[in-house]
């Protein structure tokens, strides 16, 4: 299981603290404990998480700054908010907090395992969101399956075993990349690349031949439609993953 740093900012140390630590230490997060004030929240945020835990209390609202800089750190960090809490609690940050900060709420009473899940789940929906989509064209159902295998922990991989079923793919959501096998039948990697250039849409999307073509002709049919690059199935996956990580590297 990976381990995500999450802030918990939370005022003094109590049972409920150290039950709340536990339940997110055991769903993978390391977990960054602050108080709510400016100079501890920007010491904890030195650290890069993945959200914000924030145990409303009482104790919270009795300087009046400290939701400000709650709220100031989050804007800054771009670093989604949790809140746990009673009602009335929650309703007072939220009229302080920016909406679309807030990922959840959780009304006490409730189950802190139940929320450490919660969160887990959350966290790695955002991540999925987050990260850079491929889609992989290739008329091999099992070579498509081995390069999600590979390159599916980085990233979005979306498989398309046609160049038909590639186009229809691109229309419900481009992709950041696309893989594109040279050899397939019906309409071949150099006829899907000429209709992506063509859609003025879609033109911009970098395209990557992955494919065991290595011929001289082959490559210079391509060459005029200017691919992002020419990988061979021939190389290990790791040079192709590093060739991947290497591209997003260049053009983020």
């Known amino acids: 299981m990976r381990r995500d740093n999450i802030l918990f900012v939370t005022e003094g140390k109590n049972y409920l603290n150290d039950s709340i630590i536990d339940n997110l230490s055991a769903n993978g997060f390391k977990v960054i404990q602050s108080a709510a004030e400016k100079d501890a929240l920007e010491v904890a945020t030195q ?25 100031e750190c989050v804007l800054r960090e771009d670093i989604p908010i949790f809140l746990l809490g009673q009602k009335e609690d929650i309703d007072i940050a939220m009229s302080v907090l920016p909406p679309h900060t807030v990922r959840e709420t959780y009304i006490r009473p409730i189950d802190i395992k139940d929320v450490a899940i919660n969160i887990r789940m959350d966290v790695d929906r955002l991540s999925f969101e987050e990260r850079e989509s491929i889609l992989v064209v290739d008329d091999s159902g099992a070579y498509l399956r081995s390069v999600r295998e590979w390159l599916g922990d980085k990233y979005q991989v979306v498989l398309a075993n046609s160049g038909a079923m590639a186009i229809k793919s691109m229309t419900l959501k481009k992709p950041d990349l696309i893989l594109l096998d040279y050899e397939m039948p019906v309409i071949d990697g150099k006829q899907v690349l000429e209709m992506i250039r063509s859609e003025k849409e879609f ?33 290990e996956p790791i040079e192709i993953i590093r060739a991947v990580d290497e591209f997003f590297s260049t053009h983020r």
């Open 47 to 71: 650290h890069m998480v993945v959200g914000m835990l924030l145990f409303l209390s009482d104790n919270l609202f009795h300087a009046a700054n400290k939701l400000e800089s709650v709220k």
């Open 203 to 235: 033109a911009d999307v970098p395209v990557i031949f992955l494919t065991g073509k290595n011929d001289k002709k082959s490559i210079m049919d391509v060459m005029s439609l200017k691919p992002n690059g020419y990988l061979l199935k021939t190389m």
